[in-house]
């Protein structure tokens, strides 16, 4: 299985960083090919909903590094998402992402396996929930099947993490991919 993992933290060695990396292991492990895309190191234009990728044979308006994502994106067999919860939701780095699926929404559609991987210093999960609503409501318009989902509370640095079970559960939802 091809998984590409989307990262959205701009914290190189941050909790987000720690349990994709555990991920990865698990699911390298178990015989699958990852890749990483870390947007928050990535230039990656927000769309502007200018239809140039619908109305036109030149695809997306701009050229950045969703050019290096997409053929990854189109030929994975499953997509993960892993952001810290700064403000309710998934952070802007991955939600900028998620937006230029957009341009390749046609042949996005069906056949891949989805997970969701949050890490926060709230010690409530309904911080998340809006992470986890847009989530459930984008791989049911995409009809992707939900391979499951990791939320991290009480996770505000890597210490803190290291003090729960979650870089266990992130490995074994890489290996059970």
């Keep these: ?57 030149d695809g997306c308006a701009f050229k950045d590094d969703m050019e290096d994502l997409n053929p990854k994106l189109l030929e994975a067999d499953a997509v993960v998402f892993v952001s810290p919860i700064y403000y309710y ?38 911080s998340a929930d809006g992470a986890v609503a847009s989530f459930k409501s984008m791989t049911k318009f995409l009809e992707w099947d939900i391979a499951g989902t990791l939320i991290g509370v009480n996770c505000g640095d890597v210490e803190a993490l290291k003090k729960t079970d979650y870089l266990t559960q992130a490995y074994e939802l890489g290996k059970n991919m």
Excluded: W
């Design 1 to 57: 299985m091809k998984i590409i993992v989307i990262t959205g933290s701009p914290h190189r060695s941050g909790t987000t960083a720690a349990l994709a990396e555990q991920f990865s292991i698990g699911a390298a492990g178990a015989g699958h090919q990852v890749c990483r895309f870390d947007a928050a190191f990535k230039n990656v234009h927000p769309c502007i909903a200018c239809e140039k990728c619908h109305t036109t044979e």
């Design 89 to 126: 939701d998934i952070n802007a780095q991955i939600k900028a992402v998620i937006d230029r699926f957009y341009a390749n929404d046609a042949v996005l559609h069906g056949h891949k396996k989805a997970a969701l991987i949050l890490a926060m210093a709230d010690d409530t999960i309904e």
